[in-house]
């Protein structure tokens, strides 16, 4: 079926939403799109296939939405791509969701360092830096469905609405599944840069706040959830990495030839700072570290000992000085004074990220 669409140049694309635009598709995922690696790939897709970012549409009303963030075990796979069907208003049974393209300057989010984009992944800040992001991007996608209606009904759009998938006409009694508006979509030569104002109010969401089962865990539960370590491409080999016991620490390797004469062992890869082993497979590289005989030099943190620092962290702490605040809520100095009861505790750890 043709598709009707206004093709929008390079910049019009970007300056949108930070690069939202809506895919008009037939045959499920675009390899194509999945595969780009940076902007000028990207920008072929654009002229290739009018509507193309964030979001993907099929005339059955399938809905693949790209998520911008590695999934680590933190749900990134379920929230980010919940947060954009929030907004457009989805129907969450039809939603598939794929990684982005690694481009930035399109997936980016400004969440990180205000004034640059970056597709960051750090465990539990994801959601928060991405949400104004996913938000915007999902109601612009929103926008382009009715402003496609209110065409295709010549009605103004601010006779419609949308609800779990379909664009409605309550005056007239119309809908129309989202699906259905595929031969009709037209992207608008510009989309609104919608406020926080102007985005769905918290009381109405479907889905944010609601217990929603995460999308990655039958893949996991099945075995067919696709990690790094199940990739294999041609003439693909494996590395692996022997580190120092303290930073700074530098190796000298003193079985070469021993570790080299090992089975599927193709090459040493000397660092300032490790060894590295090149094999055949895996297991051939791991067998091989095992075996390694390294002299590591000393280092600034030599002889370091854990507990007998302690008392140089308790001096520190019992310093007047104040520190610098991070977050302040309520009056911790009035709570403490009108306590019934206080108690007081010492923790002790070691250092962690």
């Not at 620490?249 to 079985?255: E, Q």
């Not at 610098?324 to 809520?329: A, D, Y």
Request: proline share 6%.
């Amino acid at each position: 079926m043709p598709i009707k669409a206004k093709y929008i140049d390079r910049r019009q694309f970007l300056k949108s939403s930070g690069g939202f635009a809506l895919f008009i598709g037939v045959s499920g995922i675009l390899p194509q799109l999945v595969s780009c690696s940076d902007s000028n790939e990207i920008e072929e897709q654009i002229k290739k296939y009018p509507l193309t970012a964030w979001v993907q549409l099929t005339p059955d009303g399938e809905i693949t939405i790209y998520n911008p963030a590695a999934e680590m075990g933190q749900g990134s796979m379920t929230s980010l791509p919940l947060i954009f069907a929030e907004e457009m208003d989805a129907d969450w049974s039809k939603v598939n969701v794929e990684f982005s393209p690694q481009e930035a300057e399109i997936y980016g989010s400004e969440g990180w360092s205000p004034g640059s984009k970056l597709m960051f992944t750090v465990g539990s800040r994801i959601t928060k830096s991405n949400y104004p992001l996913m938000r915007k991007s999902g109601a612009q996608a929103r926008y382009v469905l009715l402003n496609s209606a209110a065409k295709q009904w010549n009605v103004p759009i601010s006779e419609l609405t949308t609800s779990n998938g379909y664009v409605l006409h309550e005056q007239a009694d119309q809908k129309i599944g989202y699906g259905e508006l595929v031969p009709f979509l037209e992207m608008p030569d510009s989309l609104p840069d919608f406020t926080e104002e102007q985005l769905k109010n918290p009381k109405d969401f479907q889905l944010i706040g609601k217990e929603i089962p995460r999308t990655e865990i039958p893949s996991k539960v099945d075995g067919s959830a696709q990690f790094a370590i199940d990739i294999r491409l041609p003439e693909m080999v494996y590395g692996v990495l022997e580190r120092g016991p303290l930073h700074g620490s530098k190796p000298t390797l003193t079985n070469e030839s021993e570790i080299m004469a090992m089975d599927g062992i193709l090459k040493l890869v000397p660092f300032e700072y490790a060894i590295g082993i090149v094999a055949n497979t895996l297991e051939q590289a791991l067998a091989a570290k095992k075996q390694l005989k390294v002299d590591w030099s000393e280092a600034q943190a030599t002889g370091f000992n854990s507990q007998e620092v302690y008392p140089g962290y308790e001096q520190i702490a019992s310093q007047k000085k104040k520190g610098k605040i991070i977050s302040e809520k309520g009056d911790i100095t009035s709570g403490m004074q009108t306590a019934a009861k206080m108690y007081s505790s010492d923790f002790k750890n070691d250092y962690v990220y």
